[in-house]
């Protein structure tokens, strides 16, 4: 019988930190912007020049470290990690090896109802390199150092995962609580988050680890699924083969699905780590930490089951609309001042995700007055729009934030509410229509669905339906 292999997987994520400013100078962090116009003689690694730490940097690292269960090193440093390559202006990346700010904690995932805790090893505090920009007509390469020391926190997974899904389990949900935090967007095509995947296999029964490649240039959930699946079949081969698995580090081709050798992988020893002698040790005092922890916020799993209990939502609802803090806050504000809290989570899901699908934008991105569209709810409650008006009107409201009464009014989509208008209408289609109203008294029900139209045509489709029936009713 064929041998049963089982994948042992471990992750390393480098999460950008969403600061004002670089992590040891002033420089901004923005994304983007004329090359090198973001630098400074510290983050281009100039002579003489001296790191000064951003302690936003540190707050960041502990929020998340909290988050994350973990045991703070309330005495921690920065280490020198010394490597040679263009993109790292001072041959040394600031990093944290002897002593990183937060070990030892866990991460509770789910998958298909199965919860799980993939223990972390250790979180530090580092920064980025710039960017090579390699021009293949010139066949010369520049350098862009604007990113070169922006804040990034890696965060190291213990080798816990088995599956590909377990492994999107974990990002996501370290993405919602760095999201929660507002520690860092969590881009992956932007490189906001970068996972690098540490893969094993063994034989089924087997406790010890096999050996390991590792994985870079990941940068959609579906990349990252389809070389964890090559990368297990491209290791049973080898060992069913007898042949053995080389440690090294390994580049995936999104174009050819498909990995191909890189580098032997380096240790620790290879970059020849020391304490950086420029910069303090870092000393996060009791007070602080204390202060963090009480500022920390309801989280997803909170959140939705106080969703159910205070507003009586559905549990996919609460879930759903708890994916994104953002998207969670504006529900309260909706559901609070329209007093309507399933309406609202039925507009935001249904119609509301459904846009934002539309138009590639994640929930983050919504940005309107709570007001407008509590006023839009309620205006279809009180039958002073119909449902296919208040649809175009909401889209008005994510587009460009109007304001509901005033749109209606403009577009002509407010309903007549005025009695005397439709019993007019009415009136006029019973007289116009002898036939129908003698067919309906002599029982068939069925043409009182045709008055009703005669009427709502009349009043341009700008009547309530509900109304127009207790009308005809009353006169036929
Ligand atoms: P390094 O710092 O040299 O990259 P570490 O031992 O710190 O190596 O491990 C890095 C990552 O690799 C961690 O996420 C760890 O869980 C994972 N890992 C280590 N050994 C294995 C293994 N045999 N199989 C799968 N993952 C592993
Ligand atoms: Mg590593
Ligand atoms: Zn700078």
């Not at 940097?57 to 973990?70: H, I, Q, R, W």
């Not at 005495?75 to 002897?98: E, V, W």
């Not at 972390?120 to 505090?125: G, K, N």
């Not at 090559?230 to 083969?241: A, D, F, Y």
Request: include cysteine; charged fraction near 30%; charge should be negative.
């Amino acid at each position: 019988m064929a041998k049963q292999y089982e994948t042992v997987i471990g992750l390393e994520v480098h999460v950008e930190l969403s600061t004002a400013t670089k992590i040891f100078c002033g420089c901004s962090t923005k994304f983007g912007g004329r090359p090198n116009t973001h630098t400074c003689p510290v983050c281009t690694g100039m002579p003489g020049s001296l790191p000064v730490l951003n302690k936003k940097v540190v707050e960041y690292a502990l929020k998340l470290g909290l988050a994350l269960n973990c045991q703070i090193n309330q005495n921690c440093q920065f280490d020198r990690k010394n490597y040679f390559y263009p993109d790292n202006p001072q041959n040394y990346q600031i990093s944290q090896l002897y002593l990183p700010i937060c070990h030892d904690g866990y991460l509770e995932i789910a998958v298909s109802g199965e919860k799980k805790k993939v223990r972390i090893h250790e979180m530090h505090m580092e920064e980025d390199a710039g960017k090579l920009v390699h021009d293949e007509w010139e066949d010369s390469s520049l350098v862009d150092y604007n990113r070169s020391g922006v804040p990034l926190l890696e965060i190291v997974s213990e080798p816990d995962m088995r599956t590909a899904d377990e492994v999107i389990a974990y990002l996501e949900k370290l993405r919602m609580l760095c999201r929660y935090l507002g520690v860092s967007d969590c881009k992956l095509q932007e490189g906001s988050m970068r996972a690098d995947v540490n893969l094993s296999v063994r034989e089924v029964g087997s406790q010890k680890l096999g050996t390991r490649t590792e994985m870079k240039n990941l940068n959609s959930f579906k990349a990252i699924t389809h070389a964890i699946e090559g990368e297990r079949e491209r290791q049973i081969e080898l060992l069913t083969e007898h042949r053995e698995v080389v440690q090294e580090t390994r580049r995936w081709d999104d174009n050819k699905e498909s990995s191909y050798g890189m580098r032997s992988k380096e240790d620790a020893k290879d970059y020849r780590y020391f304490p950086d002698p420029d910069l303090q040790p870092v000393v996060i005092s009791d007070a602080w930490l204390e202060e963090l922890r009480d500022l920390q916020p309801e989280f997803q799993e909170e959140r939705e089951k106080r969703f159910q209990k205070e507003y009586g939502l559905p549990e996919y609802d609460a879930g759903i609309l708890t994916q994104s803090r953002h998207l969670a806050d504006i529900f309260e504000d909706v559901a609070r001042l329209s007093g309507h809290p399933k309406k609202t989570a039925n507009w935001l899901m249904g119609e509301g995700l459904r846009i934002l699908k539309e138009k590639g934008m994640e929930p983050e991105e919504l940005s309107f007055t709570p007001e407008h569209l509590s006023d839009l709810i309620l205006a279809v409650e009180h039958g002073e729009i119909n449902h296919g008006n208040a649809r175009l009107v909401f889209e008005q409201i994510l587009e460009a934030d109007v304001e509901p009464a005033a749109y209606m009014e403009e577009h002509g989509m407010k309903v007549i509410t005025d009695d005397d208008a439709l019993l007019t209408a009415v009136d006029e289609v019973l007289a116009e229509n002898p036939k129908v109203v003698e067919e309906f008294h002599s029982g068939k029900e069925k043409v009182f669905g045709f008055l009703v139209g005669q009427v709502m045509k009349k009043m341009k489709g700008k009547a309530d339906p509900g109304k127009v029936n207790e009308a005809l009713r009353g006169r036929i």
